[in-house]
């Protein structure tokens, strides 16, 4: 454990969160920790009261899933959890204000219907559109479920599905804690993210505060009494300075106050929203005010009733149905209680439920928007209409005792907490306000001086105690990593795509151990990305091997990945490029050629023009090693060339020639990633070499196996995850330091860059540690996106046809929304995938696209296919849409790199970028990346192999200083 005298450390907060920063800085050698608590305990929003005999939580109460959840990780082993064995919160038993009863079968079904929506079983992820309110999108898939099995029209069906449709308006909002259902964004359903596993794990004896003992007994050679020693109740913050020297003050309403290098700001997002106004000094920069204002912060209430036994015979519960005509008289039949827009507060408690452990006892729950003012209620009364509704929809089955006692929650009305838990609203939405943003900490002179914590800070567990104990732990860790010493390692790899992953094997193979990947996303691969569409691999990223004299096929090969050896096919990049011109097996580019006016364009034709395109490509390729006379770009020297053809062309082709020709240019702007292709470089297009290209293999399950097989191969704990560069220099020593989003920082004697060059372009600092000449190249280099749209339908509609490719006659417009689809080269088909359709999309395009809803961007592919195909095909819409994003990825910025007129000089372009950095004689930094290998750039092995090449030059120069 190390030891930090220095700094002092203030915590706001004794909470989960806070408790979780205070254990985890003690635990890692911080002694100078304070933490100040509003309250006269601690727990926050944990609150397990003894009540008699009994302990009840009114706070938090269940720990909700065990995979992933760092709160049942922790206690699993403990015996101090249980599996639920009461189902009242699963299988809903209802009962009607007026005791009329339903089929059960029937009524049994649409609960289902129901928990299934709530349960995300009718629809994957991203399948709905998060645009709009949750209760929109619960409503219209519940009523095309329902209305699918029992028809439109049914009136039995309609009345108890208005019933329950309200019930459940009502159950919601114990999760997501509104005033109504139509305040919580439909985000919400893939934001949050639900551990797997039981969701309603109990305690089996002291309730959910029994984790803060666990957290504190992990502290090494503390005691419980020592560790509450740090901890300082009735403190109530009043004001937080936060701009005296990088340190700040905290004032408290008691008039002491605490000077502190850090804080930790825990209280809720409500509190925040409450006082922010008057608490930071200077104030909140703007961007953590939009989310203190739009992360809303709701209360959802409890009522415990405890009897002097058990009269109750059902371990479901109670849940409530009204009617129409009893919701109208009840303010009649129990008055004196708060109304809401003509709506009385009894409707709003939907259920009395049995608790687990607790056998006398039940618990209902109230909410929506008048929780604030029912706290406020005399328990006498709130007793009194408990046991009012109780007798009301059981009294004819049951006969109810009175209970003995009540307890209350009252979080929405305590000023240190203003609600119980954060959800996701439409203003969240709207307003662009994120998790992430109200995590970030406040900065003074570079230093994170106000830090913050709790589950509103959470990205993905908000509104849960293992939210708020990861958050906790999180900014623990960002200040462990501020002043603990940084790490070393003689070989750092940034990035774990193919080129790092390939640098790695290479260092292996030399027998250096002592190296780490830092890569950015959460998982390896770069630019591959293979996800599984009805059981079929899809690949988002790269899809295709490229030759097989190459380390990559053989690895392939080796490991079985290949789908039947390979697959031979023609794309008419390497085709035309190479004079190859096989279009009838090529998998890009084939099917029938329509020009927009639906004219299906005669193969002669296409077949003559697809020949003239490459042999003009292949001329192109012989300037390679021209000095000076060469085009000064690859569109020059095809537009005269096809001009020259044009000019020998029967008239009456020449419309259609063009057209061919224009498709043409589109398929080289996708197939080269470039912009246009005024922006390929002449002297340059023979640089690509690829002596078998006629092998152009799939992977049997997707390129991710490949990637996994190479991450077996490497040690354990090699790659970090989610470990975003943002700075890198050198220390005085001369060796290199890379500064790690999250305040880590590392040491290494030599540096492989395998990032993007569409992220080596943006950059900031760059310029410090590499050469002018790379950071010149870098630039000069090319680099820009495609876009992969996939269409599934339900089933082929195609027939035998092989695709679509689209030709645009002269008078075809379109409108400013539609203009992407000017772009697309036409519609083939997907390897394994029968019944889908996919589209590219290059140039300025790409961006666009990205932009767009999945859902309009099939809506209007759709629309593109129908005018095509009007007269052949019934085109219907697909049932889903898959949109690459790739341009947009911070960490990836594009697709591949092309070579530019501007690399047309010698020794530039990709033959500089090989070169390394040199420190006293030392490589200190290289690149590697498929845009650093000289004739397999934008290729997956040639990514491979140039981490392999450019770790071998590091290896080579350890090996001599080591003789």
Not at 116 to 140: Q, R
Not at 558 to 567: C, D, F, K, R, V
Request: a negative charge; proline letters at 3%; glycine letters at 8%.
């Amino acid at each position: 454990m190390l030891k930090f005298n220095k700094p002092a450390i203030v915590i706001v907060g004794a909470g989960a969160a806070g408790i979780a920063a205070a254990t985890k800085l003690i635990s890692n050698g911080f002694n100078n920790v304070t933490v100040l608590e509003a309250e006269n305990r601690i727990g926050g929003r944990l609150y397990s009261v003894h009540w008699g005999d009994t302990i009840v939580d009114l706070g938090a109460q269940w720990v909700h899933g065990e995979k992933g959840n760092i709160v049942y990780e922790t206690v699993k082993d403990l015996n101090l959890v249980s599996h639920a064995e009461l189902n009242g919160y699963k299988n809903f038993k209802f009962y009607t204000s007026n005791n009329s009863k339903f089929d059960e079968n029937f009524t049994r079904r649409l609960c289902t219907i129901a928990e299934g929506i709530f349960d995300g079983e009718y629809g994957s992820k991203n399948s709905h559109n998060t645009s709009g309110t949750y209760a929109s999108y619960f409503l219209d898939k519940f009523g095309e479920i329902v209305t699918q099995e029992f028809g439109k029209d049914n009136q039995k069906v309609q009345k108890v599905f208005e019933m329950i449709e309200e019930f459940y308006s009502k159950f919601v909002l114990c999760f997501e804690p509104a005033d109504n259902w139509h305040e919580i964004s439909a985000a919400s359903l893939d934001t949050y993210q639900y551990c797997e596993g039981d969701q309603l794990i109990n305690w089996r004896e002291n309730g959910y505060s029994t984790i803060l003992d666990v957290l504190i007994s992990k502290i090494p050679n503390v005691s419980k009494e020592g560790f509450l020693k740090n901890i300082q109740i009735n403190k109530e913050v009043t004001k937080i300075i936060w701009n005296q020297n990088a340190q700040v003050q905290i004032q408290c309403s008691d008039g002491t106050s605490y000077l502190a290098d850090h804080v930790i700001v825990t209280t809720s997002v409500a509190v925040l929203k409450h006082n922010h106004a008057n608490l930071f000094e200077p104030s909140l920069p703007s961007y953590k005010i939009n989310c203190v204002d739009n992360i809303p912060l709701g209360t959802s209430h409890k009522i415990f009733l405890k009897f002097p036994e058990k009269w109750w015979s059902d371990d479901q519960g109670f849940s409530f149905l009204w009617t129409r005509e009893d919701k109208e008289n009840l303010e009649t039949e129990f008055p004196g209680g708060p109304k809401h827009n003509g709506r009385y507060w009894l409707e709003d408690i939907f259920g009395f439920y049995p608790v687990e452990n607790l056998p006398n006892i039940l618990l209902g729950w109230v909410v929506g928007p008048m929780t604030e003012e029912i706290e406020c209620l005399p328990d006498e009364y709130v007793q009194k209409a408990s046991m009012f509704l109780l007798r009301k929809f059981i009294g004819s089955m049951y006969e109810i005792s009175e209970p003995c006692s009540i307890l209350r929650s009252k979080w929405g009305t305590n000023p240190h907490f203003l609600g119980a838990y954060s959800y996701i609203g439409t203003n969240t939405i709207k307003s662009g306000a994120t998790h992430e943003d109200l995590a970030k900490p406040l900065l003074v002179n570079g230093k994170e001086v106000v830090l913050f914590a709790g589950e509103s800070t959470h990205s993905k567990y908000f509104s849960t105690v293992h939210g708020a104990i990861e958050s906790g732990f999180r900014e623990a860790a960002r200040l462990t990593d501020l002043y603990k010493s940084p790490n070393y390692h003689k070989i750092v790899i940034v990035g774990a795509g193919l080129a790092g992953l390939g640098a790695a094997k290479q260092c292996q193979k030399n027998s250096i151990e002592d190296f780490l990947i830092l890569e950015a996303q959460d998982e390896a691969g770069g630019r591959i990305k293979t996800i599984f569409v009805d059981g079929k691999p899809l690949d988002l990223g790269a899809q295709w091997m490229h030759g097989k004299n190459n380390p990559l096929y053989t690895l392939a090969k080796e490991n079985n990945l290949l789908a039947g050896g390979y697959i031979l096919f023609f794309s008419l990049i390497r085709v035309e490029k190479f004079g190859l011109i096989l279009d009838w097996e090529s998998e890009e580019g084939s099917g029938l050629y329509i020009r927009s006016n639906g004219e299906i364009v005669d193969q002669f034709i296409v077949n003559r023009v697809s020949l003239k395109v490459g042999e003009i490509l292949d001329d192109c390729a012989k300037f390679v090693n021209a000095e000076n006379n060469h085009p000064s770009s690859l569109n020059v020297f095809l537009d005269e060339g096809f001009s020259k053809f044009l000019n020998k062309t029967n008239l009456n082709e020449t419309d259609i020639s063009k057209e061919l020709y224009e498709w043409h240019t589109r398929f080289q702007v996708i197939d080269n990633s470039c912009k246009d292709l005024s922006r390929l470089s002449a002297k340059g297009w023979g640089e690509y070499v690829c002596l078998d290209d006629e092998a152009h293999s799939n992977l049997k399950y997707g390129y991710q196996p490949l990637i996994q097989t190479l991450l077996d191969s490497l040690p354990d704990k090699c790659i970090q995850y989610n470990a975003e560069v943002i700075k890198i220099n050198y220390t005085k020593d001369k060796k290199v330091r890379i500064d790690v989003k999250g305040d880590q920082s590392i040491i290494c004697d030599h540096l492989i860059l395998t990032p993007s060059l569409g992220v080596l372009k943006d950059f900031k600092g760059l310029d410090a540690v590499l050469s002018e000449n790379l950071i010149q190249n870098i630039q000069n280099m090319g680099f820009a996106g495609i876009c992969k749209i996939y269409l599934f339908y339900e089933k082929r509609w195609w027939s035998d046809s092989k695709g679509f490719q689209l030709l645009w006659t002269q008078d075809c417009e379109f409108t400013e929304k539609d203009s992407w689809l000017r772009q697309i080269t036409g519609f083939d088909e997907v390897f394994n995938h029968e019944t889908a359709l996919m589209a590219w999309v290059g140039g300025d395009a790409v961006q666009k696209v990205e932009s767009l809803q999945t859902d309009e961007i099939g809506v209007q592919c759709t629309d593109l296919l129908r005018k095509f195909l009007t007269n052949r095909y019934s085109v219907p819409a697909p049932s889903k849409v898959i949109r690459t994003q790739w341009l947009s990825n911070p960490y990836v910025k594009g697709s591949y790199c092309h070579i530019t007129p501007e690399c047309d000089a010698p020794n530039s372009g990709i033959r500089a970028l090989r070169k390394p950095v040199m420190v006293d004689d030392v490589p200190r930094i290289i690149l590697a990346g498929e845009a650093i290998h000289p004739s397999h750039y934008s290729t997956t092995h040639g990514a491979y192999e140039s981490g392999l090449d450019q770790a071998q030059v590091i290896c080579d120069f350890i090996s001599r200083s080591d003789r």
